[in-house]
């Protein structure tokens, strides 16, 4: 009886794993990637020098978020008449629609975003790709003080749709 048990018990297993075998599905993968060694571009894409007296610096990214994800297939295509692959959780909690932050994705550096099965992106060809970022998370290094005296410090900055709020 105690042979039969095993039997039993091993034949299950070997039908329960062999039904269990893993389909690899070709995806379409969003992840961020910050390089502070980029050149800076302006509302358009193109490069852009820094203006004369002007400062800036390469903030160091911890993590971000996206609110919207779209390819479009010229740079005509009107918002959202593209292929949309994702669009954040909003709420209208607060009155107008807004995004809903608390079931936000954040993703680090090389971290992945968004993974989408290509049986499911509408095939064609895309010219661009449009991304709406919902949050930012980064460092910068400030200086305070006079030209006799000076502080480096560092802080993490957050930012809202807009909003930023130093850490």
Known sequence: MQKFAILCMLSCSIL???GCKKEKTPKLIFKFKFDPTLQRLNNFGQPAAMPS???GQNPDFNK???HYIELATGPLTPLGSGTVL???PETNAGGATAIDFSKAVLAGNNEMFYEVPLSEVTPGDYEYLRVSLAYQNFDVKTLSGYHY???QHSGRISGHGGQLCGL
């Open 16 to 18: 329960f794993f062999a």
């Open 53 to 55: 007296g002007h400062a």
């Open 64 to 66: 971000m978020s996206a």
């Open 86 to 88: 994702y669009h954040a």
């Open 149 to 151: 005296f000076r502080l």
